[in-house]
């Protein structure tokens, strides 16, 4: 159910990305992902929660109940050092991927 | 570990959690929407809507929190088991004695039982190497008149059971022979395995190097081929691997290697080499092929995917009675030939699963008392750490937390023993491997693989459980009492008291089963050492001679050979007689036994023939064996070539079948009247076949009636016999030196042999009885220690009351003593049934045998009260001043 946009593993880095700000809850990952990547990312917003406990379970990230922004409790979620060493790995993979693709696109006919 | 403050386990925490946080999704989104405008209604619609299939993610959710609530409770276990290995390491060592006196106890109960085990596994639980070996069977042809359990099969009867039959994918034959082997520097005496063409695939065996036979190459026209068995490729040929497509001669023919055989069990021999029976002169003979009579090869099957032996058995036994009727003559009804069939598997372990049962049982015992013990030990430490356990509960932990480390630190001390038990079997193995190598081909098989680790392993974990459970149950309920100042006197502590008590008769009745086992086996052993042969082993000499039946086809051949042979060993210094004959005595072997008549007794229709088992001697024989000549006489230098060949008859032989009446003068024949024997003498019965078996009725042939080319010569010397084997192999060689001889042997040994199984039977089992009444002395004397240490006060008011020191002593001795006799009636009771169980290894014993019990019995007590002595002394030493004092 994972948003057909997104190519596989792409929503993972964002999460993990969206927590290098500090702590956040759920609604706030996803929001976070709405708002930098000007909604040109269409995902269902379910799919965020399998992909949280996912990360979770990988140890990638930490949950911790606290009290939010509007006075309710709620499931704050953390990068753990794993999650962020796997962060700093995706990131370069990511840049390799996107410069060799573009460099592809961008020659010209010899 | 780091914990959320809100951990929540169990499903229903895990459920309520991602509940609430899909609905603070929902909330957040709803109040987002608003304020963009939206009616809370709608806004509560929109954020739904983007939020997808709530029910799937919910339950994806669910998933994922599972399977992290199970992993971190593994984790958990795991760190808190850790901790009790760590924590219980450092209370062991801190216990050194205990420690080192469990882990010994131990290793020796779990060593014992691991190097059974994989005797038993190698030899009886393993399915055959063989790729067939579950569907193998073997046929047998008993003859029942003369007690053979195999009498073997004519060629002709095997074409006509692979015809006949219908449970059989195939059926093999097979046979072997002694060749020679030329075509390196010396010549080889090799035993061949002669075979069908289908042999191997029969058994579903397939070549290491090359091939093994083709269908069609055990024709009369195939060209001379044979396999190498592993074995003999490695000893005889240095492994050498370009051997396939070498040649050798044999029989006059050159024979091509197609193959080596994997390292496999041979059975029933081990052969050197295999050969098709196209090239095995003998069995292509004219009188072989052409009669039904001619007995001489084995026959096995391969039963088809789903026949069982119930089958096989049924489908032989119709073929057979069919050829009884069809071929009376070839099934004579004085011979009454049977038919059997048995699982191969199950036939060539024949002789070895009630010895290795028994032993088994043994080593099972031994760690039965050696658990014993260590409970026991356990039990006296827990009383002593009764404070400590109290303590530890009021301090919060569980009672189950408290059973667990009890059971971890039981489990530690199992498993470390049992590693050390390895070491023990390790040790153990060699010993039973040859052992094991007196009964059966699979001997070779054993070893000690994964399955036999995990056995170790299993046995190991298993005993540490159940010791770490017996203190765990007993363990107390009330903690106050425990902390009380004086715990020795709490109920608790006599409850422990009495089941260390029985748990020391426990340990009695076993050892004393044990010890009975062993005793029974060593008398048994006496009487079979005890049994006199009939003849003087001392000083004899033995080999075979397995002349090469090509080059020695007649009569006056063997003889000659034979004759020139003792002549000239006669002459060799230190040599007093030779003999030749077709066995020397305790050889194994099978009787050879022929039916007979009587001149003047006319066998009834119907009647069994009588049989004598036929032994051929040359004329210095007797003298030279030292047997005893009852009345006639035995052969003379003169006796040759006369009409009526002198026979002598042993005395079972003149008891058996002339009773009162006398032998000498009677007129025997073997071919119902073609050729007649005339006895002459009556000599002394021998242990033919070794001391446990009954002489039969025999009649010993004078040499120059036989033709058998497999002869066995005897030369008995006047200092060790050893010394004249150069002299037979220089005389052999110079008379023939294409002529091996084999199993060199000083009669001493053999007789030392043929009780070889017995006697390392009855060391294993007195072995491990010893092993048992050890631990058990040990057990005893650390039980009455500890009582003493506990009565050290009650001990001193006794003393200071006026005791005196026999009578504090007696006190002691008593209190052991009478846990011994409890154990003693025990171990009687079930001794009484248990060596029924060994009755078939007992010579001239009966297993109720009442002065091994006896003796057992006094053995046990006089064990007993020693081990109780240096308790009861330091009882006798307590100051009274000092016990009253510090208690």
Known sequence: MAGSDLYTGTLDVLILKALTWGPMHGYGVGKWIRDTTREALQVQEGALYPALHRLERRGLLEDEWGVSETGREAKYYKLTSAGRKQLQAEVLRWTRYTLAVSAALNASPA | ?887
């Open chain 2, 1 to 887: 570990m780091k914990r959320a403050f809100h951990l929540s386990t169990g499903r229903r925490g895990i459920t309520r959690d991602v509940e609430r946080e899909l609905a603070f999704h929902i909330e957040m989104r709803t109040r987002e929407l608003v304020a963009l405008g939206r009616s809370q209604a709608d806004a509560r619609r929109e954020a739904v809507a983007v939020f997808g299939d709530m029910t799937a993610v919910r339950a994806e959710c669910l998933t994922e929190q599972g399977h992290r609530t199970r992993k971190r409770a593994r984790t958990e276990f795991m760190h808190t088991l850790w901790q009790d290995v760590r924590f219980t390491a450092r209370t062991l060592r801190r216990a050194p004695a205990f420690t080192i006196a469990s882990l010994l106890t131990l290793a020796l109960g779990i060593g014992a039982t691991t190097a059974i085990f994989s005797v038993i596994d190698g030899v009886l639980l393993r399915p055959l190497p063989y790729a067939y070996g579950d569907r193998l069977v073997h046929v047998a042809q008993p003859a029942n008149a003369g007690g053979i359990p195999d009498v073997g099969f004519s060629p002709t009867e095997v074409m006509d059971y692979e015809s006949q039959t219908r449970s059989f994918d195939a059926l093999a034959e097979y046979h072997t022979m002694a060749f020679t082997l030329l075509g390196r520097d010396d010549p080889l005496r090799v035993q061949t395995g002669v075979v069908s063409a289908g042999f191997f695939d029969v058994l579903g065996v397939k070549a290491l190097l090359g091939r093994t036979f083709r269908p069609g190459e055990d024709q009369p026209a195939a060209a001379p081929v044979i396999v190498l068995s592993y074995e003999f490729w490695q000893r005889a040929l240095g492994g050498d691997p370009n051997i396939v497509g070498k040649t050798f001669t044999m029989n006059d023919r050159v024979h091509t290697v197609i193959g080596v055989l994997p390292f496999l069990p041979q059975d029933p021999d081990h052969n050197d080499i295999y050969m098709p029976v196209s090239s095995c002169p003998f069995r292509i003979s004219a009188h072989v092929v052409g009669s039904r009579t001619a007995r001489m090869v084995t026959l096995l099957g391969r039963l088809k995917p789903g026949a069982t032996l119930t089958q096989a058995t049924a489908d032989v036994s119709n073929v057979a009675a069919r050829l009884h009727r069809e071929f009376p003559d070839a099934y004579r009804a004085n011979d009454r030939l049977g038919i059997a069939a048995a699982m191969y598997r199950d036939e060539i372990t024949r002789g070895a699963r009630p010895t290795l049962l028994v032993l088994l049982a043994t080593a099972a015992f031994v760690l039965l008392i050696a658990c014993a013990n260590v409970a026991n030990l356990t039990l006296a430490r827990e009383l002593r750490r009764e404070r400590e356990m109290a303590l530890r509960a009021v301090l919060g932990a569980g009672r189950r937390r408290i059973a667990r480390q009890l059971v971890t630190e039981s489990t530690l001390l199992a498993v470390v023993g049992g590693a050390l038990g390895l070491a023990v079997a390790w040790g153990l193995l060699g010993v039973l491997k040859s052992f094991t190598a007196l009964f059966t081909p699979r001997a070779a098989e054993i070893g000690m693989d994964g399955r036999v680790l995990a056995f170790a392993f299993a046995v190991s974990a298993l005993t540490g459980i159940c010791l770490g459970l017996v203190p765990a149950i007993t363990s107390r309920r009330d903690l106050a009492s425990g902390l009380k100042e004086d715990g020795n006197a709490s109920t608790l502590g006599g409850a422990r008291m009495r089941l260390r008590g029985a748990l020391i008769s426990a340990q009695v009745s076993i050892a004393f089963m044990l010890l009975v086992g062993a005793g029974l086996m060593l008398r048994s052993f006496v009487n079979l050492e005890r049994v006199d042969p009939g003849f003087d082993p001392a000083n004899v000499l033995t080999a075979r001679l397995d002349l090469d039946w090509v080059k020695y086809r007649t009569g006056p051949l063997i003889r000659n050979f034979e004759e020139a042979l003792v002549d000239r060993m006669s002459a060799r210094p230190g040599v007093t007689a030779v003999a030749v004959s077709n066995a020397s005595p305790m050889n194994e072997g099978q009787p050879n036994n022929a039916p007979f008549r009587i001149d003047g007794r006319p066998l009834d229709a119907g009647q069994t023939a009588p049989t004598l088992d036929v032994r051929i001697g040359s004329t210095d024989y007797f003298r030279l064996l030292g047997i005893a000549l009852v009345s006639g006489r035995t052969f003379a230098a003169t006796d040759r070539d006369t009409l009526n060949e002198p026979v002598v008859v042993n005395q079972t032989a003149a008891r058996r079948y002339w009773g009162a009446a006398n032998p000498i003068g009677a007129r025997l024949t073997f071919d119902d009247g073609k050729h007649w024997v005339t006895v002459v003498g009556i000599v002394g019965d021998v242990s033919q076949y070794g001391p446990a078996q009954p002489e039969m009725p025999a009649l010993y042939a004078p040499f120059t009636l036989s033709t058998t080319s497999d002869m066995r010569i005897l030369v008995r010397t006047r200092g060790e016999p050893a010394f004249v084997s150069r002299d037979l192999h220089a005389i052999v060689h110079d008379l023939d030196p294409a002529q091996p001889v084999t199993e060199v042997q000083t009669l001493a040994k053999l007789r030392g042999d043929a009780v070889a199984t017995p006697r390392i039977t009855m060391l294993l089992i007195g072995a491990f009885a010893v092993v048992a009444l050890v631990i058990t002395a040990a057990g005893l004397a650390g039980v009455i220690a500890f009582t003493v240490s506990r009565r050290t006060r009650e001990i001193g008011i006794r003393i200071a009351l006026g005791a005196q020191p026999g009578g504090v002593r007696g006190m002691v001795l008593r209190q052991g003593l009478r846990l011994v006799a409890v154990g003693l009636v025990i171990g009687a009771v079930a001794a009484l049934f248990l060596t029924r169980l060994l009755s078939r290894f007992l010579f001239h014993v009966d297993a109720t045998d009442p002065i091994t019990f006896l003796g057992v019995a006094a053995l046990f007590c006089g064990i007993a009260a020693l081990a109780c002595l240096v308790p009861a002394r330091r009882a006798t030493r307590v100051d009274p001043m000092i016990a009253l004092r510090d208690a």
